[in-house]
């Protein structure tokens, strides 16, 4: 099989200028989800959090940026996004607490174990899986695994969370709005107390992501949050989303 051509990397602050990223030009690129979901995470100094098919490590890095001594393992199928993911916690001063592991998040617990990552370890897991359908998939290799999920990705993704978790442990991940009853539903063998955030485009449309946190084994009910508006009629940005994804406000998430 031929080798992958290199890949052509930018290098891109994040922010406000807050955490720099190096990553690839074309395919997958960070955007508002992985800053939204790092914003929702209620991560506590001393905490141990993985991040779930962390690509470039986004998420995490941001998380690991705004809470002091977090340990961060930031799990990545793609070898070439994994090795961009370490670079970036070592170019942010964040490699003695953060490291990138090469896996899939639905690989065995023997593969999790291999690497390090044990059963009932973390007190936290991110997510933001692979959420559209297999359909006309991107040609591009590394935006089809960021974005096409095949039936039961999802699950599998929960099964891994709610295994690496300790007795409390909280999932949060971001995912279509209109899939919001299937993840509802992935979540019921293993979570409660679940909280949705709707993230809406504008005031007046349809919400286009929600974000979802969960506590492992609770029994508690459903909780619906008044939802985020990024711009105002305009196309501006409000003064929540610029606070979020460019100042390092968190989200009512976050605030357990």
Same mark, same amino acid.
């Given at each position: 099989?031929?080798?992958?051509?290199?890949?052509?990397?930018?290098?891109?602050?994040?922010?406000?200028?807050?955490?720099?990223?190096?990553?690839?030009?074309?395919?997958?690129?960070?955007?508002?989800?992985?800053?939204?979901?790092?914003?929702?995470?209620?991560?506590?100094?001393?905490?141990?959090?993985?991040?779930?098919?962390?690509?470039?490590?986004?998420?995490?890095?941001?998380?690991?940026?705004?809470?002091?001594?977090?340990?961060?393992?930031?799990?990545?199928?793609?070898?070439?996004?994994?090795?961009?993911?370490?670079?970036?916690?070592?170019?942010?001063?964040?490699?003695?607490?953060?490291?990138?592991?090469?896996?899939?998040?639905?690989?065995?617990?023997?593969?999790?174990?291999?690497?390090?990552?044990?059963?009932?370890?973390?007190?936290?897991?991110?997510?933001?899986?692979?959420?559209?359908?297999?359909?006309?998939?991107?040609?591009?290799?590394?935006?089809?695994?960021?974005?096409?999920?095949?039936?039961?990705?999802?699950?599998?993704?929960?099964?891994?969370?709610?295994?690496?978790?300790?007795?409390?442990?909280?999932?949060?991940?971001?995912?279509? @709005? &209109?899939?919001? *009853?299937?993840?509802? $539903?992935?979540?019921? =063998?293993?979570?409660?107390?679940?909280? #949705? !955030? %709707?993230?809406?485009?504008?005031?007046?449309?349809?919400?286009?992501?929600?974000?979802?946190?969960?506590?492992?084994?609770?029994?508690?009910?459903?909780?619906?949050?008044?939802?985020?508006?990024? @711009? &105002?009629?305009? *196309?501006?940005?409000? $003064?929540?989303?610029? =606070?979020?994804?460019?100042?390092?406000? #968190? !989200? %009512?998430?976050?605030?357990?």
């Amino acid at each position: 099989m031929p080798a992958e051509p290199a890949i052509d990397i930018s290098d891109d602050a994040v922010l406000g200028g807050r955490l720099v990223l190096r990553q690839p030009r074309k395919g997958h690129r960070v955007g508002h989800d992985a800053i939204l979901l790092a914003a929702a995470c209620s991560a506590r100094p001393g905490d141990h959090l993985l991040d779930l098919g962390a690509g470039v490590g986004a998420a995490g890095l941001a998380v690991a940026c705004r809470v002091a001594d977090l340990t961060v393992a930031l799990v990545e199928i793609d070898p070439a996004l994994a090795e961009l993911a370490g670079e970036n916690a070592k170019r942010n001063n964040l490699a003695g607490r953060v490291r990138a592991v090469c896996l899939d998040a639905a690989a065995s617990p023997a593969a999790f174990a291999a690497a390090g990552l044990k059963p009932r370890e973390a007190d936290h897991v991110l997510m933001n899986p692979p959420f559209n359908a297999a359909e006309n998939p991107s040609p591009d290799r590394r935006r089809r695994l960021a974005h096409t999920a095949e039936s039961g990705t999802l699950a599998r993704w929960l099964e891994a969370a709610a295994r690496l978790l300790r007795p409390a442990g909280v999932v949060t991940l971001i995912w279509r @709005a &209109d899939g919001l *009853g299937g993840v509802l $539903a992935a979540f019921a =063998a293993d979570f409660g107390a679940v909280t #949705v !955030l %709707p993230v809406h485009s504008r005031a007046d449309a349809a919400a286009i992501r929600v974000i979802i946190r969960a506590v492992k084994a609770s029994r508690a009910p459903l909780s619906l949050l008044p939802g985020l508006v990024l @711009a &105002d009629a305009a *196309g501006r940005p409000t $003064a929540q989303a610029e =606070a979020v994804l460019r100042e390092g406000a #968190v !989200l %009512p998430l976050a605030l357990d």
